[in-house]
């Protein structure tokens, strides 16, 4: 946008002050439609993001810092006022409709008297606080280049797994997703849409933290149940004062433990390691490494964390995996292949694949997000790779006894599920943004239908196995 088109705008804008009545009372409804717009301050600025020029939608959530979910929500209300356009697939740009909405905002801002009031307040905090330097305080834990988040789409699995094998714990992904039953909890898909909240949004969290007592450590918890931010990004002092008392729990910690924490909310909502902390900020261990982008330090009042905040770390040991605990794994995978217990608005085991397959055959178009798609994905083939390879662990352990033959048996059955869910993954692979014309949404029903049979023989063979266990 150029200057003088700026300065055509504001004198158009300047000419047009006065108030007409008549149509503002006949176009009351749409003219609220576009203040709409307005009323959210991401809103405005991913419209200044674009008074420039189009940009994509990487770009935008770089610029942004939102969850993808939540880029993808603005961006859906700005279209539908038609403010926005999608010039390609992936790419927006502004309207001339809402660079008029954008200019005539900040006018009345300029002018306004909050504006001022806002100026004082800032020169007076300014003034109040003085220029002095203030003293970096900075805590890693002994040995931190040993910490590192373990390759796996299910982040708990990769924090938990990377945290206990710098403690000296010989428990891998395989180990943490089998006891702790994680991977058995898994498909937990979003009513009527193709979510990316679902491999997280779980309603079996006690047990799976309780269980994650197996492993080596008795396990403590930080539990918070309330989405931060509260509300929709926008921090509130209370929001600040729980960001507080989390960083200053984990900071003790670190600080009389030299342990790290496994902490919910780093990056793009998952789980994480804490291994120390500079200042306000955690110095983190994430799935980003994976990929060649750098662990920056995360502040501790930028967490995006749905759902609650969380935190665990790790006490005293625990006794060795008994005999027991086995045979508790089983029980608990029972339980969570079910999918009995699951949040409001979620579906999970059996019928979470007919939930699914039922968005791609009949879903609107809104619904059907593509970056959800593949993320649940990759994840619900990564926990049923690990329950196939957990379950054939078991099955060498206990060889000769009746229980080892069944686990045998389980073990072929998700063989073949996931011979599927490859399949599905390969129709789908993971990306940001991506197509999904109804060629490729009718085979990935048609998929997912087709694992049913096999996961319900899986929960037959899983109860005889516990029934058999000697």
């Known amino acids: 946008m150029t200057p003088s088109n700026v300065k055509q705008m504001d004198e158009q804008f300047l000419s047009d002050k006065e108030v007409n009545e008549e149509e503002i009372l006949k176009s009351a409804e749409r003219i609220t439609e576009l203040l709409k717009a307005l009323t959210h301050p991401n809103r405005l600025k991913i419209l200044a ?50 660079q008029n909405l954008l200019l005539a905002a900040m006018n009345v801002y300029k002018e306004s008297e909050l504006r001022r009031d806002v100026e004082r307040k800032l020169l007076k905090k300014r003034y109040s606080k003085g220029f002095g330097m203030k003293k970096m305080d900075k805590k890693i834990i002994s040995e931190d280049e040993k910490v590192s988040y373990q390759p796996c789409w299910i982040s708990y699995l990769g924090a938990v797994s990377g945290v206990l094998k710098y403690l000296g714990k010989d428990h891998d992904i395989c180990n943490v997703g089998g006891y702790s039953g ?35 450590f008795k396990v403590q918890s930080y539990d918070e149940n309330q989405s931060f931010p509260s509300q929709n990004g926008d921090l509130t002092p209370e929001d600040l004062e729980r960001a507080q008392n989390l960083f200053k729990q984990v900071k003790n910690v670190i600080d009389n433990e030299d342990r790290p924490v496994v902490l919910w909310g780093l990056q793009i909502p ?36 749905p759902g609650c905040l969380h935190a665990i770390y790790f ?18 995978a029972i339980a969570f292949t079910q999918g009995t217990k699951v949040q409001d608005g979620y579906v999970a085991g059996s019928a979470a694949y007919e939930e699914w397959a039922n968005v791609l055959d009949k879903g609107r178009s809104q619904d059907l997000l593509y970056h959800g798609n593949a993320y649940v994905a990759a994840c619900t083939l990564e926990a049923k790779e690990l329950s196939l390879a957990f379950l054939r662990r078991l099955a060498d352990k206990y060889k000769g006894k009746k229980q080892a033959e069944i686990l045998l048996q389980v073990s072929q059955e998700y063989e073949k599920v996931v011979t599927v869910l490859k399949e599905l993954q390969q129709l789908f692979p993971f990306a940001m943004e991506g197509e999904m014309p109804e060629e490729k949404r009718m085979k990935g029903t048609q998929l997912l239908r087709s694992v049913i049979p096999y996961e319900s023989h899986i929960l037959s063979l899983l109860q005889q196995c516990y029934e058999v266990w000697e």
């Open 49 to 98: 993001l674009l008074s420039e020029e189009s940009k994509d939608f990487s770009t935008l959530l770089t610029k942004t810092g939102l969850r993808k979910t939540a880029l993808s929500n603005h961006l859906t209300q700005l279209l539908s006022v038609k403010i926005i356009i999608r010039v390609e697939r992936g790419k927006y740009e502004i309207t001339k409709d809402g």
């Open 182 to 216: 994680y991977v058995f909890a898994l498909p937990n898909v979003s009513k009527g849409t193709t979510c990316p909240s679902g491999p997280t949004a779980l309603a079996v969290w006690e047990e799976i933290i309780k269980a994650t007592d197996t492993l080596g």
């Open 270 to 305: 998952e789980y994480g390691i804490v291994k120390g902390y500079t200042d306000d900020s955690y110095i983190v261990s994430t799935y980003r490494s994976l990929m060649d982008q750098p662990d920056t330090p995360l502040r501790f009042d930028s967490l995006q964390a």
């Open 315 to 332: 006490k005293e040991n625990s006794p060795p995996i008994s005999e027991e605990e086995d045979r508790k794994a089983i029980q608990r």
